[in-house]
């Protein structure tokens, strides 16, 4: 069973860099087949995709976050990041990591696994 | 980048009831859809992709139907545990991915 886990700072000051990273079990990152994502959720709002990760380190981000956002991957650890820089109170929210099946000449099969999801509230 | 619209923004109906709930995108999208099943505090879960298949373990009360820019999400008898907020999603062409504004369904 595929577990994903996300882990970084529930406070972060404005202007500062939100990190989280996301650790996956039960899977590698590796296998091929996937893409990696991350989505987040102001709280009581809707979900809004930022970006995401292949594990050979191809990545495409949102365009309305590409200048302030990094994805990285690490297969030897199993996890990927999430880098968001000058952050402001809009920043606030629900951050998950996501996994979706996606193979070559097919359409994506939608986010399968989901971390339970970490609140980062950026405030000084 | 591809707008979806959801509706009714909520609605409640009772246990047993036949549900249906509405996703519209702003251009063609073929079958590039998906749906999902939000409770509160938790993440959401994969209810159908590709507008009709359904994602393994997921109760077969849950159907969806549609493409281009018309789809579906239909809960044929309604359960207590179908109360949450459900989102439809578009993966069409490249990114980036968009998610509808939710359809909250409450048990009356």
């Known amino acids: 069973q595929v577990q994903l886990q996300e882990s970084g700072p529930g406070l972060v000051k404005p202007s500062q860099t939100l990190s989280l990273t996301c650790t996956v079990s039960?899977?590698?990152?590796?296998?091929?087949?996937?893409?990696w994502s991350w989505i987040r959720q102001h709280p009581g709002k809707g979900l809004e995709w930022i970006g995401y990760?292949?594990?050979?380190?191809?990545?495409y981000y949102n365009p309305s976050l590409k200048s302030r956002v990094t994805i990285s991957v690490d297969t030897s650890k199993n996890q990927l990041s999430l880098k968001l820089s000058s952050v402001t109170a809009a920043d606030t929210a629900v951050y998950y990591c996501?996994?979706?099946?996606?193979?070559?000449?097919?359409?994506?099969?939608?986010?399968?696994?989901w971390g339970q999801g970490t609140l980062v509230t950026v405030s000084s | 980048d591809i707008q979806m619209t959801q509706s009714p923004s909520s609605l409640s109906a009772s246990v047993g009831y036949r549900v249906t709930l509405t996703c519209r995108t702003s251009?063609?999208?073929?079958?590039?859809l998906n749906w999902y099943q939000q409770k509160p505090g938790k993440a959401p879960n994969l209810l159908i992709y590709?507008?009709?298949s359904l994602q393994s373990g997921v109760p077969s009360r849950f159907s969806g139907s549609g493409s281009g820019t018309d789809f579906t999400l239909t809960i044929s008898s309604l359960q207590p545990e179908d109360s949450a907020t459900y989102y439809c999603?578009?993966?069409?062409?490249?990114?980036?991915?968009?998610f509808g504004q939710g359809t909250k369904v409450e048990i009356k």
């Open positions: 996501a996994r979706e099946g996606w193979l070559g000449g097919r359409p994506p099969t939608g986010f399968d696994y």
């Open positions: 251009h063609n999208i073929s079958n590039y």
């Open positions: 999603q578009q993966t069409y062409s490249t990114p980036p991915w968009t």
């Open positions: 039960g899977g590698s990152i590796s296998s091929g087949g996937y893409y």
């Open positions: 590709t507008a009709s």
């Open positions: 990760i292949y594990y050979s380190g191809s990545t």
